[in-house]
């Protein structure tokens, strides 16, 4: 079955413990992506890549790391968490960013930091 | 840069009503749009996408899009509400960003509540 991973599903941790959120898909796409959703501001992406070793910051990439070794592997790396960013996150892929391919997402992992 | 509006943070309507959903984009160049549900505890998913050249869109669950150029909208309709539809939806756009890759952008979202 074609799918986007994540784990863990749900995450508790305080302020300054590094923490990675894993995230994989099995339809080898090349574009992978990191949102995070806040009730009232949508999805905001904080880290996309376009390829293996080739990433870019979104729009809110402060306090966030990637990597993209693999192309089935995108995790999300937070090396000093705080609380604001306790927020739900999700990782999305598609086959091919520019044109009318849709992302496919990830069940979404729910961080809080205390 | 892009930007996606949605009007109305929360819409009600009855089973068996007509559901309106708006979303506005800012390009004058279509972009190519999107609109996803999400389901509670679930990720989004795709309810249909803007092909081009065409003005109306069908998805799934009897949802369709409208395309309106010079109205940049993207209105999603479906013309009776089921319980089922109770979700959030997201009107989403993809275009070049501004270092050159592609990147998707969501409106605030719309939560649908659908009363019997």
């Known amino acids: 079955e074609a799918q986007v991973t994540q784990n863990p599903r749900y995450l508790i941790t305080v302020t300054g413990k590094k923490l990675t959120v894993t995230c994989s898909q099995n339809m080898n796409h090349e574009y992978m992506s990191w949102y995070r959703q806040d009730p009232g501001l949508g999805l905001r992406q904080i880290y996309y890549?376009?390829?293996?070793?080739?990433?870019d910051k979104g729009d809110v990439p402060e306090g966030y790391k990637v990597s993209r070794k693999e192309k089935r592997n995108f995790p999300l790396i937070l090396e000093s968490p705080s609380p604001n960013q306790t927020s739900l996150y999700f990782c999305?892929?598609?086959?091919?960013?520019?044109?009318?391919?849709?992302?496919?997402f990830g069940n979404g992992t729910r961080l809080t930091v205390t | 840069a892009q930007s996606v509006t949605q009007l109305g943070s929360h819409v009600s309507v009855s089973e068996g009503a007509l559901v309106l959903l708006r979303c506005n984009y800012s390009?004058?160049?279509?972009?190519?749009l999107f609109w996803y549900v999400q389901y509670p505890n679930q990720g989004l998913q795709l309810l249909l996408k803007y092909t081009t050249g065409a003005t109306l869109v069908k998805g799934i669950n009897g949802f369709e899009a409208e395309f309106k150029k010079s109205e940049t909208s993207f209105h999603l309709t479906k013309p009776s509400a089921h319980m089922s539809d109770a979700a959030e939806y997201f009107c989403a756009v993809s275009d070049r960003g501004s270092t050159g890759g592609f990147k998707t952008i969501f409106g605030a979202g719309t939560r649908l509540f659908v009363k019997a």
């Open positions: 999305a892929s598609t086959y091919n960013p520019r044109s009318n391919s849709p992302l496919h």
């Open positions: 390009s004058s160049v279509p972009p190519y």
């Open positions: 890549s376009m390829n293996v070793e080739v990433t």
